[in-house]
């Protein structure tokens, strides 16, 4: 549906894009992952048609947009970061002109109907007769994104469309673009990752003008996901656990972190990279006698992977603390 | 092009600018129809059309400093490029929705000379020949001030350096006066808005005047065209 092949941009000296290649299928969810600046919303203006790169193509539907820009814009529905709203028109007028602009078919009754059908889909049917200048900003959001829906393109492309909106707002938009993706294929783009794990089927991450990741959410927690760090709760002394430990060739160190009750500790356990603790721990811990009265993973949450591929030098095995905090949290 | 000449026409009447315009136009219009033919006891509406042509060079910024500028600054020329139309439609539609703002504003000066008529016989060859020349010498200058104004997000700045433009093209012939080369000379002034203009004044019609405006219209329309296509770039 969407194939990016070998994309760069750039403004003047400035490196915007170095090469992103990726292809999104027809129906497909997919979240543009990244921190300001990475390239997320200069991707999606190329993807448009709003901006032409430097080099590299991008095809809808096997159409070149460099080529023939008119036909693949057909096919796209575009909310850009900053809805390109005309404030001094009521929202009636200013999505019959986007009706008008996108030169769209059909007679003033079909008008009618889709015009009709959008407001309900977003929610905007009842501002229609009011001056877009004195919208909240969610229904500016709404009002954008209605005139996007327009024409009802197989592809929509969502730049941070939930930034600066209130938390209901932002579930409201979310569920709405959920159900969108029912029918259509939407790239949104979002440096929120809770929002990408919550409506995408598939991450793609920028970094700096690269793509640093593509996978499911899922696969991507999983990838990073290792079994050498856990949190054991265990009742016996730090004297005695060191000691029942110490012969383990896995394990590098053991940090007692608290009493959760009278002579029971808990304790991080740091096994070497790339070891599975859980078996040797068990079987150290029952020969000593001393009884495990649980142990978790140092769960890697979304947020720690998207950290690790944005900041490598200093992401790679990310320090035990860290992760054993976000494991206590997930659980 | 329709959709888009449609909204800014809209927009001129929909924010006071296109009234204000269209009222000042009228004032001055209806202050020289006054003074020159009603008080002076003239059918000659010579003067009137002359002195239109001062306005016109000042007020023509009024009516072109938002047409490209506003856009850029509130991101609304992203809807425009976006949407499956060409540069050329966009610069096109914006155009004659000026256009025709102008066109309203003009008009008023065959009001007068039809006023005229009901109590003399005006020459209506030298007034359809100013209100054409007028109209184009407008055209024109329309497109210049778009240039302006899609090189900048202010509107203030589109204005004053549209109106200093326009200025400097109609003063054209002023410049050939003081150039001793003589070819250049003839140049500047064959390029001076108001040689050109005061010949449509005699009441004659000269093909290469109709050719001058319009071509200068298509060229600082082409330039406008390249000046938002410029936009993707960078």
């Known amino acids: 549906m969407i194939e990016i092949r070998d994309l760069h941009k750039s403004y003047g000296a400035k490196q915007a894009l170095r090469g992103v290649s990726f292809a999104v299928e027809k129906g497909e969810v997919v979240g543009l992952l990244g ?4 390239g997320k919303s200069t991707t999606m203006n190329i993807l448009t ?14 159409v070149d947009i460099a080529k023939d820009p008119l036909a693949a814009k057909r096919r796209i529905g575009y909310l850009p970061e900053v809805p390109p709203l005309y404030v001094d028109m009521q929202v009636s007028a200013y999505l019959q002109f986007v009706w008008e602009l996108k030169g769209l078919r059909g007679g003033a009754a079909e008008r009618r109907k889709q015009l009709a059908a959008v407001a309900e889909k977003t929610g905007t049917a009842a501002v229609q007769k009011r001056l877009i200048r004195n919208l909240s900003k969610g229904y500016r959001q709404r009002v954008g994104l209605a005139a996007a829906l327009l024409g009802d393109p197989e592809i929509l492309i969502l730049d941070e469309p939930t ?19 029912e029918q259509h294929t939407v790239i949104l783009s979002s440096h929120i990752l809770s929002e990408v794990a919550a409506v995408c089927g598939r991450v793609v991450v920028i970094d700096k003008g690269v793509v640093v990741a593509d996978g499911a959410p899922a696969a991507l927690e999983a990838s990073l996901q290792d079994n050498s760090s856990r949190v054991a709760v265990i009742a016996g002394t730090p004297q ?5 430990l110490e012969g383990l060739p896995e394990l590098v160190s053991v940090t007692p972190l608290r009493q959760t009750e009278p002579g029971v500790w808990e304790y991080a356990l740091q096994g070497a990279a790339g070891s599975d603790l859980r078996r040797p721990l068990f079987a150290a811990l029952a020969a000593a006698q001393l009884p495990l009265l649980g142990a978790r993973g140092a769960q890697v949450s979304l947020e720690d992977v998207f950290l690790q591929l944005v900041a490598p030098e200093q992401g790679r095995g990310a ?3 860290k992760n054993t905090a976000t494991g206590g949290e997930a659980q | 092009m329709k959709a888009i000449f449609k909204r800014e026409l809209n927009a001129y009447f929909d924010s006071p600018l296109g009234y204000v315009f269209v009222a000042v136009y009228y004032l001055f219009a209806g202050y020289f129809f006054f003074r020159y033919n009603l008080y002076a006891g003239s ?26 500028s506003e856009d850029r600054k509130t991101k609304t020329d992203q809807l425009l490029l976006m949407a499956p139309v060409t540069a050329a439609a966009i610069v096109l539609g914006k155009f004659f929705a000026a256009a025709v703002v102008y066109l309203t504003a003009m008009a008023i000066t065959l009001v007068s000379g039809c006023v005229l008529s009901l109590y003399a016989a005006p020459e209506w060859a030298v007034i359809l020949g100013h209100f054409i020349g007028l109209f184009l ?6 497109a210049v001030g778009m240039l302006i104004s899609a090189f900048t997000e202010n509107q203030i700045i589109a204005a004053v350096g549209g109106f200093c433009v326009g200025f400097f093209l109609i003063l054209l012939d002023a410049l050939g006066s003081l150039v001793s080369n003589s070819a250049l000379a003839a140049l500047l002034t064959d390029m001076s808005f108001e040689t050109r203009y005061s010949h449509f004044t005699l009441g004659t019609f000269d093909l290469s ?10 060229l600082f329309l082409y330039f406008t065209i390249l000046a938002f296509e410029k936009r993707r770039l960078d």
């Open chain 1, 35 to 38: 921190l300001n600046g990475a």
């Open chain 1, 240 to 244: 005695q656990v060191k000691a029942a």
């Open chain 2, 43 to 68: 059918a000659d509406m010579r003067d009137v059309f002359s002195m239109l042509f001062t306005v016109t060079v000042f007020l023509i910024p009024i009516l072109t400093m938002r047409l490209m």
């Open chain 1, 319 to 321: 320090p035990p603390e």
């Open chain 1, 49 to 62: 048609g709003c901006l032409c790169a430097t080099s590299g193509t991008v095809l809808i539907d096997g």
């Open chain 2, 209 to 218: 005047d109709l050719v001058f405006f319009l071509s200068m219209t298509a």
């Open chain 2, 137 to 142: 010498v407008g055209c024109t200058l329309i």
């Open chain 1, 163 to 181: 930034v600066g909106l209130d938390p209901t707002q932002i579930i409201e938009i979310r569920d709405l673009i959920a159900h969108l993706g």
